[in-house]
């Protein structure tokens, strides 16, 4: 009984990555990028800082989203 307790609590925690994902997944979305965009730079290794600086510099969501991928 212990076990399967167990295990249903470990599957409903996140991983850290899972978190991360999901931070960088949000941070992409409130720059402007649409969601499946905003999925696809938060799972590549696109840099989040060149993103905002790109966005905060006037550049449209479309060139820095084929910048940063």
Not at 2 to 19: C, F, I
Not at 28 to 41: A, E, H, I, Y
Not at 60 to 65: N, R, Y
Request: hydrophobic residues 45%; aromatic residues 6%; proline residues 3%.
């Amino acid at each position: 009984m212990a076990n399967v307790l167990l295990e249903s609590t470990l599957e409903a925690l996140d991983t850290e990555g899972d978190v991360v994902l999901r931070w960088r997944r949000d941070q992409f979305t409130r720059l402007g990028f649409d969601p499946v965009d905003s999925r696809l730079l938060a799972e590549s290794p696109a840099d989040l800082g060149l993103a905002r600086r790109l966005c905060a510099g006037g550049c449209s969501v479309d060139l820095a989203f084929r910048i940063l991928a």
